[in-house]
């Protein structure tokens, strides 16, 4: 659901070779499709879901999950900490909650459940963090920057900008010419914007780690770790690949 939803409003045409966008369904009927997918994933859980919503009404809500998703398209953050925040209402929460879910079906720990709820949502943010660098250098499966010619904030953006090196508004919300982004990423990797970016998915990482760690058996630890592993592999030969391009 949450996949169909991001091709359709981002007018996402191709991500790695394969068509997402269909131009010839429009955006609604692509709306009305993840909805179907979001209701009829709901309905296979319904069982459970009173007991998440008895036990756990503390955390946060499907419901919130979603407009936090939508947020993330429409939202325009000023400042870093409301680009965190906005990152937090919409990755975090969209993973935690399926994952609070799944937990109440297997266990009544409370206190399990809380650390799988902090597992999702930290994973969750890190992840969205990784993804924003990932659109920003072009390896999304489609043009670079695109989110951000889309008038979506960054967090890079937002440090470089903090530290003085720019001032964003320039980029946000047009396109930008190929001379224009080389200039922009020079300045955003100059300014360390890029590797303290990289930092903060890094401490949600950790924090995702930490309560994982403590949630389930070490065999499943291993198992699931390993999502951080290979992500974090992969995002520093990404900065690394653009430091070693644009200049460090």
């Not at 943010?125 to 499966?141: C, N, S």
């Not at 919300?173 to 020079?186: C, L, N, P, Q, T």
Request: net charge negative; aromatic share 10%; charged share 25%.
């Amino acid at each position: 659901s949450g996949a169909i939803f991001d091709n359709a409003i981002d007018g996402h045409e191709e991500r790695n070779g394969e068509t997402t966008f269909l131009k010839e369904y429009g955006i609604w009927m692509q709306v009305a499709a993840s909805q179907y997918v979001l209701h009829h994933g709901l309905k296979m859980l319904f069982p459970f879901m009173n007991i998440y919503t008895r036990k756990f009404s503390h955390m946060y809500s499907i419901d919130e999950a979603v407009v936090g998703m939508v947020g993330m398209d429409i939202e325009r953050s000023k400042n870093l900490q409301e680009q965190l925040k906005i990152t937090e209402r919409s990755n975090g929460r969209f993973a935690e909650v399926p994952l609070v879910i799944a937990a109440t079906t297997g266990t009544d720990d409370k206190a399990i459940i809380e650390k799988i709820s902090g597992y999702g949502f930290n994973l969750g943010t890190a992840l969205g963090i990784y993804e924003e660098v990932r659109d920003i250098l072009g390896k999304h499966g489609r043009r670079r920057a695109t989110e951000i010619e889309g008038g979506r904030f960054a967090i890079p953006l937002h440090i470089a900008n903090e530290r003085g090196y720019f001032n964003l508004e320039n980029y946000v919300g047009r396109v930008i010419s190929d001379a224009e982004y080389a200039e922009m990423i020079k300045k955003i990797i100059s300014s360390g914007a890029m590797r303290e970016t990289q930092n903060l998915a890094i401490e949600y990482f950790d924090q995702a780690e930490t309560a994982l760690y403590i949630a389930v058996n070490r065999n499943c630890f291993d198992k699931l770790n390993s999502l951080r592993t290979s992500v974090s592999s992969e995002f520093e030969k990404i900065i690394s690949e653009a430091e070693e391009k644009y200049g460090q």
